[in-house]
């Protein structure tokens, strides 16, 4: 009994292992497929403030110091229920949580509220993608020093920073994947050489450390995560002692003046922003038309990103991309024209980043105010931006990618407001528009 007890015991651990190093085999490609889409869990895990470089002042308190909501379980559930396939997870260590600077010592208590984190998200099924983000701007506004003094000394740093992280989630699966870094400020050739050092430093790192490590998943960003700038400079990659294991990594906020704030200091000028987006979507005579950077432009950019790295094996993640929802304010401003501009711009991102291989992983900071990038409330568990997630969901239909779960299932609750496309929202966010409640039509006006 005792020896066959101790085969069974043998036999199941031997399907374990076989079974983690399949996990770990899927192909790049198809990884990067099974992610679409992806959100942010933005303003989160990865605030704080610079003045805590170096030290241990964060605490975990910097979780809510720039928005107001814990990460849950039930949080984590929504976001999968809307359709959602990862999350991108960003992330502070050095900038207020590191115990010993000389040798990069991460929190134990923030690395587990870290690993808390991940694990709510895999425990759904979601892919996490975990970076060191801004961070402090320790690496990301470095690039003015490219002395190798510099560099060498920050390569270091970025060793021992990744050495730790790989070690703590060395035996998850292929569900989890690092990225180095966030939006390196790179604008030149030289800087662009030093990037590459300190993508190599968290590759090595990384792979070091064994076990799942060694086949997981890695994401280098282009130079300012600008497609341009990536098209133009990223013309080698770091090395990697596997083959087939690593995707680059871009942003996409354009036309800036309808996508970001447009005051140099993040102020909003009235007068600059635009509000509508697409032909379709423009009103005659508004100052507000966008007059670049639409449909022909983005797809324009997203095949730049194919052509370089998807055609040759590379996938490409969009790690944040957006547009602010706003009050259409002012004189004979249309305000179902913008939410329409949301809509479309969100749909088409979404749309041609799926058709082209590329995961889009949408920018969300739970803000509930405009200007505003928040697509989910995190404290009530609703949609906030309508217009954004009725454009992703779009995209979903269009590419037959499988369908959120209240849409599969075709449940509403009766105390529960939606709109015609079945995603609920906040009493609080109605807006002008036709919802469904207790099984009937509503108009609100």
């Not at 007890?5 to 996990?23: E, G, I, K, P, Y």
């Not at 992610?35 to 241990?56: H, I, K, Q, R, V």
């Not at 449940?411 to 207790?438: E, P």
């Amino acid at each position: 009994m005792i020896l066959k007890r101790l085969f069974v015991f043998m036999a199941v651990a031997v399907n374990v292992l076989c079974a983690s190093a399949q996990d770990m085999d899927t192909p790049v490609t198809q990884v990067a497929r099974n992610m679409m889409p992806g959100w942010n869990l933005g303003n989160t895990l990865e605030a704080g403030s610079n003045a805590n470089n170096f030290t241990n002042n964060g605490g975990l308190g910097a979780e809510t110091s720039w928005q107001g909501t814990k990460t849950t379980k039930e949080v984590i559930d929504y976001v999968r229920s809307l359709g959602f396939k990862s999350v991108r997870i960003p992330c502070a260590w050095v900038m207020g949580h590191i115990t010993n600077a000389m040798q990069m010592t991460i929190d134990p208590q923030w690395m587990a509220r870290v690993k808390e984190v991940v694990d709510l998200c895999i425990n759904d099924g979601l892919y996490v993608v975990l970076n060191d983000h801004w961070d402090g701007g320790w690496v990301e506004r470095s690039f003015e020093d490219t002395s190798n003094s510099t560099v060498t000394l920050n390569c270091e740093r970025m060793k021992k920073l990744w050495t730790q992280i790989a070690n703590e989630f060395r035996d998850y699966d292929e569900h989890l994947i690092f990225a180095g870094l966030n939006e390196p400020s790179v604008e030149n050739a030289a800087q662009m050489a030093a990037l590459l050092r300190y993508e190599q430093a968290f590759i090595d790192a990384v792979r070091a450390t064994g076990g799942n490590n060694t086949r997981r998943i890695l994401v280098v960003q282009g130079p300012s995560t600008d497609i341009d700038r990536t098209v133009e400079l990223m013309n080698t990659m770091p090395t990697d002692v596997v083959d087939g294991r690593l995707m680059v990594e871009v942003h996409y906020y354009s036309p800036w003046n309808f996508a970001l704030r447009t005051g140099a200091d993040g102020s909003e000028v009235w007068d600059r922003n635009a509000y509508y987006w697409g032909a379709e979507n423009h009103v005659e005579g508004s100052i507000h038309n966008s007059t670049w950077g639409e449909e022909d432009y983005m797809l324009a950019q997203l095949q730049k990103m194919k052509t370089k790295f998807v055609d040759n094996g590379i996938p490409v993640v969009l790690g944040e991309y957006g547009a602010n929802w706003r009050y259409a304010n002012g004189s004979g401003e249309d305000q179902a024209k913008h939410d329409a501009s949301v809509r479309l711009f969100y749909k088409l991102f979404n749309q041609w980043c799926i058709e082209m291989g590329m995961v889009p992983m949408a920018w969300c900071i739970n803000y509930m105010g405009r200007p505003t990038m928040t697509l989910v409330n995190r404290t009530s568990r609703t949609v906030y931006c309508i217009p954004a997630m009725e454009g992703i969901r779009d995209a979903l239909v269009a590419t037959s990618i499988e369908q959120p779960e209240a849409a599969r299932n075709g449940a509403f609750a009766d105390d529960k407001t939606y709109t015609l496309s079945g995603i609920q929202v906040a009493d609080d966010d109605l807006r002008h528009g036709i919802y469904i409640r207790n099984g009937k039509k509503i108009a609100v006006k």
